[in-house]
T-cell receptor, first 114, second 114 residues
Framework: GAVVSQHPSWVICKSGTSVKIECRSLDFQATTMFWYRQFPKQSLMLMATSNEGSKATYEQGVEKDKFLINHASLTLSTLTVTSAHPEDSSFYIC??????????FGQGTRLTVV | GESVGLHLPTLSVQEGDNSIINCAYSNSASDYFIWYKQESGKGPQFIIDIRSNMDKRQGQRVTVLLNKTVKHLSLQIAATQPGDSAVYFCAENAGGTSYGKLTFGQGTILTVHP
């Protein structure tokens, strides 16, 4: 399977600041990457589909101006949480699609907004 | 439709027992299903998958059963070990243009007692 790396693994930021999370595909050229959010004791919820060279597709209820996604190359997608607030504290996970509909996940980024 | 987990169900077993984890999926158009294992603070790890043209698939110590009539998926783990303790999620993919895009079930916390 593909190897997906996220950075940072965890981050603490002050309320009102912005945080950027990187998702890298180390051995696979990914035209599409996916961003999920997971609150404690809950399931993963898809936030958006990141498309290389074009705009991301956001799921219903996800603010595209708050969660900025950039997919400038086949190996890197970034998620920027703008003007973060405590309610944005969560576990953010990216994935890339494999050749057979399977998805390979990064190790996740724990965001804490204080 | 979306599957949202508010509080994950739990399953406790003794080491050596067999475990069965169940999942109900929502989209009758889904044609690919995956089971993931998630350990605390980590991203989901692929366990086993099955396509909709099958009703059973076996891996090493794991078996997935698919019942499309009632939209039900199960994961059987044989001779459960303490290292199997984790949260288990089923995920579905509708294929086609949603290649790699997954909808997750609510998850089950599996605890294996020595």
């Amino acid at each position: 399977g593909a190897v997906v790396s996220q950075h940072p693994s965890w981050v603490i930021c002050k309320s009102g600041t912005s945080v950027k999370i990187e998702c890298r595909s180390l051995d696979f050229q990914a035209t599409t990457m996916f961003w999920y959010r997971q609150f404690p004791k809950q399931s993963l919820m898809l936030m958006a589909t990141s498309n290389e060279g074009s705009k991301a597709t956001y799921e219903q209820g996800v603010e595209k101006d708050k969660f900025l996604i950039n997919h400038a190359s086949l190996t890197l997608s970034t998620l920027t949480v703008t003007s973060a607030h405590p309610e944005d504290s969560s576990f953010y996970i990216c994935s890339i699609g494999g050749r057979g509909s399977e998805a390979f996940f990064g190790q996740g980024t724990r965001l804490t907004v204080v | 439709g979306e599957s949202v987990g508010l509080h994950l169900p739990t399953l406790s077993v003794q080491e050596g027992d067999n475990s069965i984890i169940n999942c109900a999926y929502s989209n009758s158009a889904s044609d690919y299903f995956i089971w993931y294992k998630q350990e605390s603070g980590k991203g989901p790890q692929f366990i086993i998958d099955i396509r909709s043209n099958m009703d059973k698939r076996q891996g090493q110590r794991v078996t997935v059963l698919l019942n499309k009539t009632v939209k039900h998926l199960s994961l059987q783990i044989a001779a459960t070990q303490p290292g199997d303790s984790a949260v288990y999620f089923c995920a579905e993919n509708a294929g086609g243009t949603s290649y790699g895009k997954l909808t997750f079930g609510q998850g089950t916390i599996l605890t294996v007692h020595p």
